[in-house]
């Protein structure tokens, strides 16, 4: 059954604490992408890959870090130096500059305490 | 100008009735259109694409596209309560990267 996961659910974050939300497929995509939506608002981007060992620039990208050794993988860090982490955080894969379509996994729920 | 314009809405009809949303696009390079559903608080899901002008048509969506007015629709027939979501348009921009819509939220009313 091929699809997207992502872990955890729901993520609590302190103060200072850098943290790592999960990201993994399936589906033999190329390409994969993380979203930050917030409430009411549309969906930006942070980071994306187009092939393993390469990542780009989103248009937010500051306050994150990411790597992509696996295909199937593409973690994302949130490190202390994003001063407003609190989010909804979209992974998405899609085939090679996403002409098909990007596909969703369920999202993590970031807050901080 | 946005790249992506859509109503915020809420858009709201009656059950049965057809629901047409908008969007405008800025980028004249686009050549892929999607439409993604998205319920409150999930994650955005995949329901259309097109890539031609014309009307592309898939069970009771109709997606829209006229690139001469940069401007692509979706229409819903037989609107349903569980079509009450918010709808993003996300035009494919010459750089292949796809830039999403802020949404327009469909309140469908039994």
């Given at each position: 059954?091929?699809?997207?996961?992502?872990?955890?659910?729901?993520?609590?974050?302190k103060?200072?604490?850098?943290?790592?939300?999960?990201?993994?497929?399936?589906?033999n995509?190329?390409?994969?992408?993380?979203?930050?939506?917030?409430?009411?608002?549309?969906?930006r981007?942070?980071?994306?890959?187009?092939?393993?060992?390469?990542?780009?620039?989103?248009?937010?990208?500051?306050?994150?870090?990411?790597?992509?050794?696996?295909?199937?993988?593409?973690?994302?860090t949130?490190?202390?130096?994003?001063?407003?982490?609190?989010?909804?955080y979209?992974?998405?894969?899609?085939?090679?500059?996403?002409?098909?379509?990007?596909?969703?996994?369920?999202?993590?729920?970031?807050?901080?305490? | 100008?946005?790249?992506?314009?859509?109503?915020s809405?809420?858009?709201?009809?009656?059950?049965?009735?057809?629901?047409?949303?908008?969007?405008?696009?800025?980028?004249?390079?686009?050549?892929?259109?999607?439409?993604?559903?998205?319920?409150?608080?999930?994650?955005?899901?995949?329901?259309?694409?097109?890539?031609?002008?014309?009307?592309?048509?898939?069970?009771?969506?109709?997606?829209?596209?006229?690139?001469?007015?940069?401007y692509?629709s979706?229409?819903?027939?037989?609107?349903?309560?569980?079509?009450?979501?918010?709808?993003?348009?996300?035009?494919?921009?010459?750089?292949?990267?796809?830039?999403?819509?802020?949404?327009?939220?469909?309140?469908?009313?039994?």
């Amino acid at each position: 059954d091929g699809g997207i996961t992502q872990s955890p659910k729901y993520l609590f974050r302190k103060e200072g604490q850098n943290v790592t939300l999960s990201c993994e497929q399936n589906l033999n995509h190329d390409a994969m992408y993380w979203y930050r939506q917030d409430p009411g608002q549309g969906l930006r981007l942070i980071y994306y890959s187009q092939i393993v060992n390469d990542f780009q620039k989103g248009d937010i990208a500051e306050g994150y870090s990411v790597s992509r050794e696996k295909k199937e993988s593409f973690p994302l860090t949130v490190t202390s130096a994003q001063k407003n982490p609190t989010a909804f955080y979209l992974c998405a894969s899609s085939m090679t500059g996403a002409s098909g379509g990007q596909y969703f996994g369920p999202g993590t729920r970031l807050l901080v305490l | 100008q946005k790249e992506v314009e859509q109503n915020s809405g809420p858009l709201s009809v009656p059950e049965g009735a057809i629901a047409s949303l908008n969007c405008t696009y800025s980028d004249r390079g686009s050549q892929s259109f999607f439409w993604y559903r998205q319920y409150s608080g999930k994650s955005p899901e995949l329901i259309m694409s097109i890539y031609s002008n014309g009307d592309k048509e898939d069970g009771r969506f109709t997606a829209q596209l006229n690139k001469a007015s940069q401007y692509v629709s979706l229409l819903i027939r037989d609107s349903q309560p569980s079509d009450s979501a918010t709808y993003l348009c996300a035009p494919c921009n010459q750089g292949g990267k796809l830039i999403f819509g802020q949404g327009t939220e469909l309140s469908v009313k039994p």
